[in-house]
T-cell receptor, first 113, second 112 residues
Framework: AQSVTQLDSQVPVFEEAPVELRCNYSSSVSVYLFWYVQYPNQGLQLLLKYLSGSTLVKGINGFEAEFNKSQTSFHLRKPSVHISDTAEYFCAVSGTSYDKVIFGPGTSLSVIP | DGGITQSPKYLFRKEGQNVTLSCEQNLNHDAMYWYRQDPGQGLRLIYYSQIVNDFQKGDIAEGYSVSREKKESFPLTVTSAQKNPTAFYLC???????????FGSGTRLTVV
């Protein structure tokens, strides 16, 4: 069975500092990987996804993530955060042969002015 | 623009009442999903449907029911059997091979 671990439930960071949100997954099959962002009282919005190809994936709002198959990780990074990046971030995984997506528990990113 | 519409955005229910949450998509996606989200918690799958007239229970289906009579629509009924229905409900859809889901903006249900 697939599962997703987000090692940090809360991450405080000062504005304009870099941030990394960690994600590890377990799966015995080839996977697709995703990062979603959720602002308060809103639905989830796709930040970026890895389906195949380059292991470095660039997404919206200046975020990027790197797929590391040997470490089964898909960490999310941004070199300089803004107040508007304060939100909940979810890492997710699905198999390549079907669409059901498994979500991690989420990481709350708080950007401090 | 295509997307998923959830309505209403806020819903209040008296104890013992059934309520139905609407989810409509115009993305021509085959699969649709309902999730429940509680404060500070992740997403828990309630029901999902991969084709019209067929649906499967997720991890927390008790006290909920769904139908999928049309490809575009996947309404969720929260029944009186659901003991703690106050939560944020999210609908999502996907297409085979697309990778990932498209989400609606959610319905916040409160029992009064």
């Amino acid at each position: 069975a697939q599962s997703v671990t987000q090692l940090d439930s809360q991450v405080p960071v000062f504005e304009e500092a870099p941030v990394e949100l960690r994600c590890n997954y377990s799966s015995s099959v080839s996977v697709y990987l995703f990062w979603y962002v959720q602002y308060p009282n809103q639905g989830l919005q796709l930040l970026l996804k890895y389906l195949s190809g380059s292991t470095l994936v660039k997404g919206i709002n200046g975020f990027e993530a790197e797929f590391n198959k040997s470490q089964t990780s898909f960490h999310l990074r941004k070199p300089s955060v803004h107040i508007s990046d304060t939100a909940e971030y979810f890492c997710a995984v699905s198999g390549t042969s079907y669409d059901k997506v498994i979500f991690g528990p989420g990481t709350s990113l708080s950007v401090i002015p | 623009d295509g997307g998923i519409t959830q309505s209403p955005k806020y819903l209040f229910r008296k104890e013992g009442q059934n309520v139905t949450l609407s989810c409509e998509q115009n993305l021509n996606h085959d699969a649709m999903y309902w999730y429940r989200q509680d404060p500070g918690q992740g997403l828990r799958l309630i029901y999902y449907s991969q084709i019209v007239n067929d649906f499967q229970k997720g991890d927390i289906a008790e006290g909920y029911s769904v139908s999928r009579e049309k490809k575009e629509s996947f309404p969720l009924t929260v029944t009186s059997a659901q003991k703690n229905p106050t939560a944020f409900y999210l609908c999502a859809s996907s297409m085979q091979g697309m990778g990932g889901y498209t989400f609606g903006s959610g319905t916040r249900l409160t029992v009064v």
